[in-house]
């Protein structure tokens, strides 16, 4: 998905803003609009990992048994 998207950004930054013809117009969103939904994306994907980044273990020390 990161790559379609990342695909797709740039194939928007390197199209027309608008364009127009016969049939009609057409507009893209902005850049600016279009990062800021990735970042929300990543953020939201990165907000369902399982777990809090946090690992717990049992320490025991060391010596004689």
Not at 25 to 39: F, N, P, R
Request: zero cysteines; hydrophobic letters at 30%.
């Amino acid at each position: 998905m990161t790559e379609e998207l990342d695909n797709s950004i740039k194939e928007n930054a390197a199209g027309p803003r608008k364009a127009s013809g016969d049939s009609g117009s057409v507009e893209q969103h902005g850049l600016a609009d279009q990062i800021a939904t990735d970042k929300y994306l990543e953020s939201k994907k990165a907000s369902r990992s399982k777990g809090l980044g946090i690992k717990l273990a049992k320490v025991s020390p060391g010596g004689t048994v």
